[in-house]
C-alpha cells in the first residue's frame, strides 16, 4: 500500500498538468491564439497562485524533455543524409553567420550594459539561438517545410543545436573559471562526430532489416514501441556520453530518415511529440517568478520588446549578408525572432546565474517566455510584410525567360511541383492570381509572379512562345475551351497538363487539348512530376520507383 501511496503521489502532478493543459489548448483554440500561449499563460498563473511547487518532480521534468526529444527527432526524419549534404551550406554557412552576427549584437549590448567580457559572450550566445520547438511547429502548421524560407530555418536550427552543446560546455566552463575550455570542447567535438558516425552505419546497414522485422510481425503496438524506443535512446545514448539528448534525438530521426518506413514512423511519433510539448512550455510557464513580473513588470516587457526587435533586425541583416532578398530576409528574421528553450537551459546553471546576477537571469527568462508566446504574431507581420515588400511594378518582361515551365495556381499542388523541379534544377516560372495566395506564396520564398495566362494579352510579356509546358493546378474549362482555338494557331509547341484534383472530368479537358492528369493525394503530386518531366524529354531524371502507376486520364 505503501509504494502504491508513492506511485500515485511521484504521477500526480503530470496527470493535474495534463488536464489543466488539455483546457489551456481549448481556450487558445476558442481566442485563436497557438497552444503555445495557452501553455505558457498556464504555467504562470499556477505559479501567481503559488500553485508551482506542486507540479515539480522528476516525472513532469522527464516528459518536458521528452517533448523537446521528439521534436528534435521529427525534424531528423525530414533531414536525409542527402539533404544535409546538399543543406551543408545553409546548414554551416548561414547557420554559422547567423549565430555570429546576432551572439555578437546581443554580447555587445549586454556589455554596454555593464556585464563583464564572460558573461556578455554567454548572454550573446544564448540570446542568439532561436527556439526549435516554436519555430519548427508553426513551419510544419503553415506547410513551409519545403519552401526557401522553411528550409533555411531548419538548416540555421540544426547549426543551433549543435552549437548548442558547445555553448552549454562553454558557459559551465566559463562561468566557473575553468582552464580546460578547450580541451573539453574539443571532447565534445569529438563525441558528436563519433554519433553522427552511428548513425550513419545505422542507416546505411540497419534501419532496412531492423524495420522489415518488425514490419513482419504485423503489430501495430510492436511498431509504435519501436518508434518510442528510437526516438528515446538515441537521445539517452548522447546524453550518456556528456551531449545533448537532443542532438542524439535529432541524428535518431536522420538515421531514418532515407527509410521507406520513415513515414510510418513519423505518424506514431507526432501524437506523443504535441502531447509532451505541452508538458515543455507549461513548465516554462511555471520557471517564472510572479512576484518579479508583478514588480518589473515595466523592466520585463521592454527586455521581452528589445530582445524581438533586436533578434529580427540581426538575423534580417544576416540574411541580407548571405546573399537574400529583402523579402525573404524580413520573414526569415521575424521567423527566428525569438529567444530559445536552450537559453532557459543555460540561464538556469547555477554558476550562469551568480555570474550575470540573479535578478538579471530572472528577467531575461521571462522575456525570453514573452517572446516564445509573441511568435506567431510576430511572425505573421513578417510574413505579411515580405509578402508586401515583394509586390513591386509589373516588369515588361517576366523573370526566368528561359524557364521551360510555367505553373499556374501556387496552392499546394503548385507549390509541390515547384519544389520538385526546384530540387532537378529544372527552370519554372510560377503565376498566381489570387491576391491572399500570392503573397502568401511570396512570402514563403517562391519566385511566383502576378499574372493569368487566361488573358491572350500576358503572353508575351509571360514569353509564352518559348515555354514548353504549362502546368494548371487550378482549372477553369471555360477559358480552357475557349482559348483553345488560339492557342492551337499562336502557341503550337506547348504541352499543356490539367492536374486534376476533385473528381473532374478529364475527357473534355483532352477535348480541348490538355493532358489531364491524376494529381489526387501525395502519389498524384509523383504522377504529376513524371508526366512534366516525361514531356520535357528528361525521362532519365525519373526515378524508377516513380513510374509505377502514372494514370492519364483519356
Known amino acids: 500500500m505503501a509504494a502504491s501511496s508513492e506511485i500515485l503521489t511521484t504521477i500526480a502532478p503530470a496527470i493535474s498538468l495534463l488536464g489543466l493543459g488539455i483546457g489551456a489548448a481549448l481556450a487558445s483554440k476558442v481566442l485563436r491564439l497557438s497552444p503555445i500561449v495557452g501553455y505558457i499563460v498556464l504555467g504562470l498563473a ?41 543543406e551543408a551550406g545553409n546548414i554551416f554557412g548561414f547557420g554559422a553567420l547567423q549565430m555570429t552576427v546576432a551572439s555578437a549584437g546581443f554580447g555587445v549590448a549586454a556589455w554596454l550594459l555593464g556585464q563583464s ?7 550573446g550566445a544564448a540570446l542568439g539561438l532561436s527556439s526549435t520547438a516554436v519555430v519548427i511547429g508553426l513551419i510544419q502548421q503553415r506547410g513551409q517545410a519545403d519552401c526557401p524560407v522553411g528550409r533555411a530555418a531548419q538548416s540555421i536550427l540544426i547549426f543551433q543545436d549543435i552549437a548548442a552543446i558547445a555553448l552549454l560546455i562553454a558557459a559551465t566552463a566559463l562561468a566557473a573559471g575553468s582552464g580546460s575550455l578547450a580541451g573539453d570542447l574539443g571532447w565534445a567535438a569529438l563525441k558528436a562526430v563519433a554519433a553522427f ?20 510481425a504485423r503489430s501495430n503496438e510492436v511498431f509504435t514501441a519501436t518508434a518510442l524506443f528510437l526516438a528515446l535512446a538515441a537521445g539517452w545514448a548522447t546524453g550518456a556520453i556528456g551531449l545533448s539528448l537532443t542532438l542524439g534525438a535529432f ?71 548571405n546573399r537574400w532578398s529583402v523579402p525573404g530576409s524580413v520573414q526569415l528574421g521575424f521567423l527566428l525572432g525569438q529567444g530559445s ?6 540561464f538556469s546553471l547555477p554558476a550562469v546565474a551568480v555570474l550575470i546576477g540573479t535578478d538579471v537571469v530572472a528577467m531575461l527568462v521571462a522575456a525570453i517566455a514573452i517572446s516564445l508566446a509573441a511568435t506567431p504574431a510576430i511572425s505573421d507581420v513578417g510574413r505579411t510584410l515580405a509578402g508586401r515588400l515583394r509586390r513591386g511594378p509589373p516588369d515588361s518582361k517576366i523573370a526566368g525567360d528561359d524557364a521551360p515551365v510555367i505553373i499556374v495556381g501556387m496552392g499546394p499542388k503548385g507549390r509541390a511541383l515547384a519544389d520538385a523541379l526546384a530540387q532537378r534544377d529544372v527552370g519554372h516560372v510560377a503565376l498566381e492570381f489570387d491576391d491572399r495566395l500570392f503573397e502568401t506564396a511570396v512570402a514563403d520564398g517562391y519566385d511566383v509572379h502576378f499574372a493569368s495566362p487566361a488573358d ?10 518559348d515555354r514548353q509546358v504549362i502546368v494548371l493546378t487550378r482549372l477553369d474549362y471555360e477559358a480552357a475551351r475557349d482559348l483553345h482555338p488560339i492557342v492551337e494557331e499562336y502557341l503550337p509547341g506547348l504541352t499543356r497538363i490539367a492536374a486534376m484534383v476533385d473528381g473532374e472530368d478529364g475527357a473534355r479537358y483532352g477535348a480541348v487539348g490538355m493532358q489531364a492528369v491524376d494529381a489526387h493525394g501525395e502519389e498524384g503530386d509523383r ?16 526515378p524508377p520507383q516513380e513510374t509505377a502507376g502514372v494514370a492519364i486520364a483519356a
Request: charged share 15%.
Open 341 to 346: 528553450e536552450f537559453a532557459l537551459v543555460v
Open 46 to 86: 499556477l505559479g501567481a497562485f503559488g500553485y508551482a511547487d506542486r507540479f515539480e518532480g522528476p516525472v513532469v521534468e522527464a516528459l518536458a524533455e521528452a517533448g523537446v526529444m521528439f521534436l528534435l527527432f521529427n525534424l531528423g526524419l525530414h533531414f536525409s543524409l542527402t539533404r544535409i549534404r546538399e
Open 197 to 216: 558516425g552511428v548513425a550513419v552505419i545505422f542507416s546505411r546497414y540497419l534501419t532496412a532489416p531492423l524495420f522489415r522485422l518488425i514490419a513482419n
Open 251 to 321: 541524428l535518431g530521426g536522420v538515421a531514418i530518415a532515407e527509410s521507406r518506413y520513415r513515414v510510418l514512423v513519423q505518424a506514431e511519433i507526432e501524437a506523443f511529440r504535441g502531447l509532451f510539448l505541452g508538458f515543455f512550455f507549461m513548465t516554462v510557464g511555471l520557471s517564472l517568478n510572479p512576484a518579479l513580473l508583478a514588480e518589473r513588470w515595466p523592466q520585463v516587457l521592454g527586455i521581452a520588446a528589445a530582445l524581438i526587435a533586436m533578434k529580427c533586425a540581426l538575423n534580417v541583416a544576416a540574411a541580407l549578408a
Open 456 to 465: 491572350p494579352r500576358s503572353w508575351q510579356p509571360l514569353s509564352m512562345g
Open 117 to 123: 567580457v564572460t558573461a556578455s559572450i554567454i548572454i
Open 527 to 542: 504522377r504529376l512530376l513524371v508526366h512534366v518531366l516525361r514531356s520535357l524529354g528528361m525521362e532519365d531524371e525519373v
